[in-house]
């Protein structure tokens, strides 16, 4: 098991920028893919980017393209989530996530390929 917790999450005028960090414990982070999910009011939790153990392989949502940035520091036992460009539809609660096999060949892209999860941090954009 491994333990997360997200940070960085706030409220935020439409345009702006956000960091989210999520700090992991308590197994080997840097043989597992991690991910970040948002969930808003009353919608199914979805990807927004993920990135796999070694840091070479990324994947974004299509509405996050060119504006979101996933990144990890292994030594730092943490990933980051940089948010550009924020727009109000990006309000949600943002969970951060540790894949569930280690050394992946190829990127977890789905929930299935995830069992960790933090509590989440809440992101608002004001318009």
């Known amino acids: 098991q491994v333990q997360l917790v997200e940070s960085g999450g706030g409220l935020v005028q439409a345009g702006g920028s956000l960091r989210l960090s999520c700090a992991a414990s308590?197994?080997?982070?840097?043989?597992?893919?991690m991910g970040w999910f948002r969930q808003a009011s009353g919608k199914e939790r979805d990807l927004v980017a993920a990135?796999?153990?070694?840091?070479?392989?990324?994947t974004y949502a299509d509405s996050v393209k060119g504006r979101f940035t996933i990144s990890r520091d292994n030594a730092k036992n943490t990933v980051y989530l940089q948010m550009n460009s924020l727009k109000p539809e990006d309000t949600a609660v943002y969970h951060c996530a540790a894949g569930s096999v280690p050394t992946r060949p190829s990127l977890a892209r789905t929930r299935n390929g995830y069992n960790n999860w933090g509590p989440g941090t809440q992101v608002t954009v004001s318009s």
């Open positions: 308590g197994r080997t982070f840097s043989t597992y893919d």
């Open positions: 990135i796999n153990w070694s840091g070479r392989s990324t």
